[in-house]
């Protein structure tokens, strides 16, 4: 029998009694590294292609370096997953940031 556990309070959680709240995040990082205001406006989008396809065309690929794994990748994109028995749902649910609630005041010293 598998045993579930609440991966914030640690309760255990017997999925005949009660519902398991599975929460997935998918963290990714977004680079936007290409953009469009550096780019020259004479050149033609479509010449760029074809100049690069031709460059992939000369190039020898080998084997081994189809098999290498994309650091970049691997470093930038996590997938996580928790259990929550169901009171740590409902507060996961109302504050999912987990952020103070209350707005902060801040006051002038005069």
Known sequence: MIHYTCDRCRQLIDPTEQCRYAVRFQIQCIA???TDQGR???LDPLSEL????EGLDAQSLLDDEIDEVDTVTEITEHLLEYDLCPRCYQKFARNPLGRDLQPVSHFSNN
């Not at 074809?50 to 396809?53: A, D, F, N, S």
């Open 32 to 34: 936007d590294t290409k």
């Open 50 to 53: 074809h100049q690069t396809l």
């Open 40 to 42: 020259e406006p004479d």
